[in-house]
T-cell receptor, first 112, second 114 residues
Framework: GNSVTQMEGPVTLSEEAFLTINCTYT??????LFWYVQYPGEGLQLLLK?????DKGSNKGFEATYRKETTSFHLEKGSVQVSDSAVYFC???????????FGQGTRLTINP | EAGVAQSPRYKIIEKRQSVAFWCNPI?????LYWYQQILGQGPKLLIQ????????DSQLPKDRFSAERLKGVDSTLKIQPAKLEDSAVYLC????????????FGPGTRLLVL
């Protein structure tokens, strides 16, 4: 089946630290991959996406590279800010099935 | 461009009562989704509409949940009767194509069943 596994949270970092949130997937087809972010009290917002192998998605200083050989889509940011505190969800969308499958989410807290 | 609208934002009911949630997607978006997000978990798709037709409702508990999208625009999700385990955030999302690449989410309705 299709599934997404994210690293266990919560993750707590200091401001300006380097961030990595791991995401691996299992898919029967050729998925597109996404990172969504959920700020406190708000709905999910698309952070970045990649639609094929070796694509790199980027937005707001965050990056993730679609690695087909390791079935991974790890989220990285070089220097986090307090405002990045949120829950981050990795997701895949199988072309043809056309629905999002989410990971369990990783809660990130950045301390000043 | 206005985003996905949902109401109410919060709802508290007792078990065995009924409740309804409303969603208005982004204008022109043909595909509408309802997700259930239980605390500490990722969203789980309940039902997907393409215009006013159901594309996927395989994970909708049909004995108590129902949804409709009359006229292919806004949608209503109903639970009758509610159970304690239905406590969750109900998210509505829309996309421009059938299962289009990017889904845009509303703020959600937080339901507490006592």
């Amino acid at each position: 089946g299709n599934s997404v596994t994210q690293m266990e949270g919560p993750v707590t970092l200091s401001e300006e630290a380097f961030l990595t949130i791991n995401c691996t997937y299992t898919a029967t087809g050729y998925p597109s991959l996404f990172w969504y972010v959920q700020y406190p009290g708000e709905g999910l917002q698309l952070l970045l996406k990649a639609t094929k192998a070796d694509d790199k998605g980027s937005n707001k200083g965050f990056e993730a590279t679609y690695r087909k050989e390791t079935t991974s889509f790890h989220l990285e940011k070089g220097s986090v800010q307090v405002s990045d505190s949120a829950v981050y969800f990795c997701a895949l969308n199988i072309q043809g099935a056309q629905k999002l499958v989410f990971g369990q989410g990783t809660r990130l807290t950045i301390n000043p | 461009e206005a985003g996905v609208a949902q109401s109410p934002r919060y709802k508290i009911i007792e078990k065995r009562q009924s409740v309804a949630f409303w969603c208005n997607p982004i204008s022109g978006h043909a595909t509408l989704y309802w997700y259930q997000q239980i605390l500490g978990q990722g969203p789980k798709l309940l039902i997907q509409f393409q215009n006013n037709g159901v594309v996927d409702d395989s994970q909708l508990p049909k004995d108590r949940f129902s949804a409709e999208r009359l006229k292919g625009v806004d949608s209503t999700l109903k639970i009758q009767p509610a159970k304690l385990e239905d406590s969750a955030v109900y998210l509505c999302a829309s996309s421009s194509n059938r299962g289009g690449e990017t889904q845009y989410f509303g703020p959600g309705t937080r339901l507490l069943v006592l």
